[in-house]
């Protein structure tokens, strides 16, 4: 019977990933003051900014529409107030519907600043892992 040869674990084979330089023990892909004026971390963080920008300008666009839907809604507690207000049982059933889907439209507001948290922030700890900038 012929034997068949095993494979060796080679632990002396160079790593196909790049070598970074290293700095107090950490890697470094360059120095601190070039990683910053590298064509490609300005293209990045260009990027990055005008999709901060377009998620910042929406949640504020949304801020102020609900900022005037929650007047109108307050407006229409105090008509509801008044002592001379007619169909007073159809016109809370309006008002009520009109505070869930005011609150249910905050709740989506809300997931939306969370995600877009979480979002820029996986972004920005990727960009740290792949540049070796910590």
């Not at 990045?44 to 666009?61: I, P």
């Not at 529409?65 to 007047?71: D, G, S, Y």
């Not at 002592?83 to 059933?93: A, H, L, Q, R, T």
């Not at 869930?100 to 439209?105: F, G, N, P």
Request: aromatic share 10%; glycine share 4%.
């Amino acid at each position: 019977q012929q034997q068949q040869p095993q494979a060796q674990p080679q632990h002396n084979v160079p790593s196909q990933q790049p070598q970074h330089q290293r700095v107090q023990g950490q890697p470094v892909a360059t120095s601190r003051k070039t990683i910053g004026k590298s064509p490609g971390e300005i293209a990045f963080f260009k990027l990055l900014h005008a999709e901060f920008k377009k998620a910042t300008h929406f949640f504020d666009r949304a801020q102020q529409e609900f900022i005037i839907r929650e007047e109108r809604v307050r407006e229409g507690m105090e008509i509801m107030k008044q002592p001379n207000s007619i169909m007073v049982d159809e016109k809370w059933s309006l008002l009520a519907k009109s505070i869930y889907r005011l609150y249910k439209d905050l709740l989506l507001l809300e997931t939306f600043a969370i995600m877009t948290y979480c979002s820029f922030s996986k972004i920005l700890k990727k960009h740290d892992k792949v540049t070796g900038y910590d």
